[in-house]
C-alpha cells in the first residue's frame, strides 16, 4: 500500500510539473519560415527572439480562455496535492480520498476544456509558415489530461489502510 501511494504521488508530482511547463513554455505549435524555426505558445510568438503573440480579435477570447484553464488546472493540481498530504495523515484508516479526487478531476476538466478548444481554434493556424506541427507542450498538456483522470479514479478508489 505504501509502495501504491509513494506512486501516485511521484506522478501527481511529475503532473503538476508538466503542467507548469507546458503553460510556461512557448511550444505549442512549431513551424518553419526563411528565418528559422518559429514556434507559438500560449503566451509568446518565438524565432530568435520572443515577441507578443498575434491573435486577431476573433480568436483573442478563445486564447484568454485557454489560458485561464491551463492555470486554473495548475491551481487545482496543486489544491489536490496538498489536500492528498493533509488527508493522508489526518484521515481515518479505511477511508477514502474522496476531496483529493474530486478536486483532481475537476483539473482534468479544466485541461480537457483548454487543450480542446486551443486545439479547434489554433491548430494549423501558422500562416505563412511551412509544415506546421504540434510542439512538446501541447503534448505534455495531453499526457496531463491522462495523468490527471488516472490519478483522480485512483484517489477516489484509494482507501487509507
Known amino acids: 500500500m505504501l509502495v501504491l501511494l509513494a506512486g501516485i504521488f511521484v506522478v501527481h508530482i511529475a503532473t503538476v510539473i508538466m503542467l507548469f511547463v507546458s503553460t510556461i513554455a512557448n511550444v505549442w505549435m512549431v513551424g518553419s519560415s526563411g528565418f528559422g524555426t518559429i514556434?507559438?505558445?500560449?503566451?509568446?510568438?518565438?524565432?530568435?527572439?520572443?515577441?507578443?503573440?498575434?491573435?486577431?480579435?476573433?480568436?483573442?477570447?478563445?486564447?484568454?480562455?485557454v489560458q485561464a484553464f491551463m492555470i486554473l488546472s495548475i491551481i487545482?493540481?496543486?489544491?489536490?496535492?496538498?489536500l492528498f498530504i493533509i488527508?493522508?495523515?489526518?484521515?481515518?484508516?479505511?477511508?477514502?480520498?474522496?476531496?483529493?479526487?474530486?478536486?483532481?478531476?475537476?483539473?482534468?476538466?479544466?485541461?480537457l476544456i483548454a487543450v480542446s478548444i486551443y486545439t479547434a481554434r489554433f491548430t494549423g493556424r501558422m500562416l505563412y509558415y511551412?509544415?506546421?506541427?504540434?510542439?512538446?507542450?501541447?503534448?505534455?498538456?495531453?499526457?496531463c489530461f491522462c495523468f490527471s483522470f488516472i490519478i483522480g479514479i485512483l484517489y477516489l478508489v484509494l482507501r487509507k489502510k
Not at 487545482?76 to 496538498?82: M, P, Q, T
Request: with cysteine.
Open 39 to 65: 514556434s507559438t505558445g500560449l503566451w509568446l510568438l518565438c524565432n530568435k527572439t520572443c515577441s507578443q503573440l498575434p491573435v486577431s480579435s476573433r480568436d483573442e477570447a478563445s486564447l484568454k480562455v
Open 76 to 82: 487545482f493540481s496543486l489544491v489536490a496535492l496538498i
Open 87 to 111: 488527508q493522508l495523515f489526518t484521515l481515518e484508516k479505511g477511508k477514502r480520498f474522496y476531496m483529493t479526487g474530486a478536486v483532481m478531476l475537476v483539473c482534468w476538466m479544466c485541461i
Open 130 to 143: 511551412t509544415n506546421p506541427h504540434h510542439g512538446y507542450c501541447f503534448i505534455l498538456a495531453w499526457i
